[in-house]
């Protein structure tokens, strides 16, 4: 990459690193109505929100983060209606906080790799109980 090309990628994550807090908060807001409801809607948004997410770190070359969101993506689409909401909702915050910490270890530069190791155990879950 050039300068300009890698000036662009730094404007591109701190746009992603801007804007992500907020995605996450709406993440979060689905998941406790998902717990207060039982609503499958709540899940199918929270499906759109992780996806969009995946798609703006493939964008600003975070792959092993849009590789956490799409397996994260795929758990929910496999477990929803089929697992106690009460595990399933523990599992999605528990998601959501450990990419919290993700991003502000990469925004920081810090070292991801015990967050990442985190985020592979939590998702080597097949399936939420």
Do not use: W
Not at 40 to 48: I, P, T, V
Not at 76 to 104: C, P, Q
């Amino acid at each position: 990459m050039d300068n300009d090309e890698l000036e662009f990628l730094k404007e591109l994550r701190d746009e992603f690193f801007q804007d992500t807090p907020e995605q996450l908060d709406s993440c979060e807001e689905c998941i406790l109505a998902f717990k207060d409801t039982s609503d499958n809607a709540n899940l199918d948004k929270l499906k759109r929100t992780i996806h969009s997410l995946k798609g703006s770190a493939q964008a600003v070359d975070l792959a092993k983060m849009a590789s956490h969101f799409h397996k994260f993506e795929t758990i929910i689409a496999a477990s929803a209606g089929k697992s106690d909401k009460g595990k399933m909702v523990i599992f999605l915050l528990s998601f959501i906080d450990n990419i919290r910490t993700y991003l502000t270890a990469l925004k920081t530069d810090g070292d991801c790799s015990k967050i990442e190791n985190s985020l592979t155990t939590l998702l080597n879950i097949s399936k939420v109980e």
